[in-house]
Structure formats: structure tokens, C-alpha cells
């Protein structure tokens, strides 16, 4: 699927079976909610901190695969009711990042190992 048709997806869903859209600052408040729901999953998958029982730790993988897709969702609400073809904006944006950035991370010690 497309950017193009993933937000096309997302409208048909939204009009057919979703009743209407949340409003966009509804829509913000939801979208963090569930970027906090990724970084939970995160920092127990990959950071210091555990899973409450091993039932959690077992489907976490699928739990952080849904998760991300509840963010993609919410996001793409936002795009289409704010006028937003994401697929230009991430064109113009990789573009941005590309002169900006064409010899700041080759040169960065940091990153090299």
C-alpha cells in the first residue's frame, strides 16, 4: 500500500465506519497517547525496564507492531483532514534532510564504529 492509498484507506474507513472524523486537536491528543504507547513498549523491548509477567513480554513484538499502526493511523487522520498529501510532504522533507545533512553524518565520529 501507498502513502496516497493508506490515506485514502484511512478516509473511506473513517466516512464508512468511523462516523466522522475527531476533530484535529482530539485527533493530537490521541496521536500522543499512542506515541506514549510505543514508548512503553520500547523502553521494556529495548531499555532498562521489565515486563510486569511473561504473558506481556510474549506478545510484545505483535503489541509494538499495533501499537505503531494505531500512531500511522492517527496520523494520517490528521493529514487528511488538514489538507496534507504525505507523500509530498515526505518528498520535500527526505529532500530538506538530503542538502541539509549531505556530509553531517558521514563526518560525525559518533557515528562511526
Known sequence: MT???AQQTVDIWIQT???????ELTNTAILTEEVGEVA???ARLYGEQSFKNPEQAASAPQDLAD????????????A????IDL???LRRNLDKKTRRDADRHAN???LKS
Do not use: P, S, W
Open 40 to 42: 512503553r513498549l520500547i
Open 80 to 83: 487528511n483532514q488538514t489538507g
Open 3 to 5: 502513502i496516497k492509498e
Open 87 to 89: 507523500t509530498e510532504a
Open 17 to 23: 465506519i468511523g462516523v466522522r472524523y475527531y476533530n
Open 108 to 110: 560525525n565520529e559518533k
Open 67 to 78: 501499537e505503531m499502526a494505531d500512531v500511522l493511523f492517527v496520523l494520517i487522520c490528521l
